[in-house]
T-cell receptor, first 118, second 113 residues
Framework: GAVVSQHPSRVICKSGTSVKIECRSLDFQATTMFWYRQFPKKSLMLMATSNEGSKATYEQGVEKDKFLINHASLTLSTLTVTSAHPEDSSFYIC??????????????FGPGTRLTVL | GQQLNQSPQSMFIQEGEDVSMNCTSSSIFNTWLWYKQDPGEGPVLLIALYKAGELTSNGRLTAQFGITRKDSFLNISASIPSDVGIYFCAGLPGGYRDDKIIFGKGTRLHILP
């Protein structure tokens, strides 16, 4: 149980294009999902908290218009990197909280998406 | 903001050795989590700790929630090659409704041939 998937696993795009990354909770409903960014050999940096049916809450320093988040259903959140540039190249990881599984906010992570912007 | 200091940054050990790593903070955390991340993958939850003083095992892994609520350690006994990876401590500083996880910088475990 508590499986989170991401699609695509890898994406290469040209500078200036937009890329959409999907995060799905496969066997539970996730009212809250999280998007992280991870640079090589670094820790995970929280970008935003995605709440089903409402606007995402972005961390300080994260551009809302650059990283569009949509959480349209209880099992799907999407992150769109708009007008991508090489500095947006990174490993993007989502996580989801299963409120039915634990009262203590355990988060289950997806396998990540490697974005490379040429 | 709140930070977790995780040490050591990296470890080089022989197969079969025991491993110990820890996390400390200057502020209190109400939940401690330990994750393992393999290259190119997302973190996988190993152990979750909810109460000060709690000692929890998961196979060869043992973790403890410090009494002061400001630290936690993870031990791995009799290491095997598949233990190689990055181990992250993580904590939730807030109460029940606080979702945000704060991550340590990770401990890279290498096993020498």
């Amino acid at each position: 149980g508590a499986v989170v998937s991401q699609h695509p696993s890898r994406v290469i795009c040209k500078s200036g294009t937009s890329v959409k990354i999907e995060c799905r909770s496969l066997d539970f409903q996730a009212t809250t999902m999280f998007w992280y960014r991870q640079f090589p050999k670094k820790s995970l940096m929280l970008m935003a908290t995605s709440n089903e049916g409402s606007k995402a809450t972005y961390e300080q320093g994260v551009e809302k218009d650059k990283f569009l988040i949509n959480h349209a259903s209880l099992t799907l959140s999407t992150l769109t990197v708009t007008s991508a540039h090489p500095e947006d190249s990174s490993f993007y990881i989502c996580s989801a909280r299963d409120p039915s599984r634990s009262a203590y906010n355990e988060q289950f992570f997806g396998p990540g998406t490697r974005l490379t912007v040429l | 903001g709140q930070q977790l200091n995780q040490s050591p940054q990296s470890m080089f050990i022989q197969e079969g050795e025991d491993v110990s790593m820890n996390c400390t903070s200057s502020s209190i955390f109400n939940t401690w989590l330990w994750y393992k991340q393999d290259p190119g993958e997302g973190p996988v939850l190993l152990i979750a700790l909810y109460k000060a003083g709690e000692l929890t095992s998961n196979g060869r892994l043992t973790a403890q929630f410090g009494i002061t609520r400001k630290d936690s350690f993870l031990n791995i006994s009799a290491s095997i090659p598949s233990d190689v990876g990055i181990y992250f401590c993580a904590g939730l500083p807030g109460g029940y409704r606080d979702d945000k996880i704060i991550f340590g910088k990770g401990t890279r475990l290498h096993i020498l041939p």
